[in-house]
């Protein structure tokens, strides 16, 4: 049973540039929240995806932007990159009502030069 | 808003002893879920125990177990008989029953010396 997945590794971009991010959920579920880490603290809340909308946002500007697919997996998008960008970004998958489990895949490092 | 706070940076313990990692949280709803979660270099993050606020009985699972203290809002965590893979950075969370947003403390780095 594949867990969640996410892709790329690790990134490296430029101040201004634009970013994507790809998360694939644990098989079977349907649901996938984004968290940002930054470098020493506890991640945040950006927002999460349900049904291809987005059900809930945290307190992140609009720069970053989510987009969830029919077979459940999702994209983070963040525009106009800024140097305190620079995270990790989790993903985190689950089933159905808001309070089941998450499930967190590896991470995407990003870093912003 | 609900807040956590873990306020040990860093802990130390010996391989086969016992360790407990402090959280509280700030909040002012009656039914909510607690979680302790690892983060070991991997980066990614594995449930380590969860505990339903309406349960008045302590979470456990294996070696690991809680000390749940709804009046003080503390929800502290009980590492018995310490092994090397237990050396992770360990995340205290929050999270509201109906509520996406799930709230993490700063994180307490856990060390286990041979």
């Known amino acids: 049973d594949a867990g969640v997945t996410q892709s790329p590794t690790h990134l490296i971009k430029t101040r201004g540039q634009q970013v994507t991010l790809r998360c694939s959920p644990k098989?079977?579920?349907?649901?996938v929240s984004w968290y940002q880490q930054a470098l020493g603290q506890g991640p945040q809340f950006i927002f999460q995806?349900?049904?291809?909308?987005?059900?809930q946002r945290g307190n992140f500007p609009d720069r970053f932007s989510g987009h969830q697919f029919p077979n459940y997996s999702s994209e983070l998008n963040v525009n106009a990159l800024l140097l305190g960008d620079s995270a990790l970004y989790l993903c985190?998958?689950?089933?159905?009502?808001?309070?089941?489990?998450?499930?967190f895949g590896p991470g995407t490092r990003l870093t912003v030069l | 808003a609900q807040t956590v706070t873990q306020s040990q940076p860093e802990m130390s313990v010996q391989e086969a002893e016992t360790v407990t990692l402090s959280c509280t949280y700030d909040?002012?709803?009656?039914?909510?879920?607690l979680f302790w979660y690892k983060q070991p270099p991997s980066r990614q993050m594995i449930l380590v125990i969860r505990?339903?606020?309406?349960?008045?009985q302590n979470a456990t699972e294996n070696r690991f177990s809680v000390n749940f203290q709804k009046a003080a809002k503390s929800f502290s965590l009980k590492i018995s008989d310490s092994q090397l893979g237990d050396a992770a950075m360990y995340f205290c969370?929050?999270?509201?029953?109906?509520?996406?947003?799930?709230?993490f403390g700063a994180g307490t780095r856990l060390t286990v010396k041979p």
């Open positions: 985190a998958s689950s089933l159905g009502r808001p309070g089941n489990e998450q499930f």
């Open positions: 098989s079977g579920h349907d649901t």
């Open positions: 995806y349900y049904e291809e909308e987005e059900r």
């Open positions: 909040t002012s709803e009656s039914d909510y879920y």
């Open positions: 505990q339903e606020a309406y349960k008045q």
């Open positions: 969370a929050y999270r509201s029953p109906n509520n996406n947003d799930m709230r």
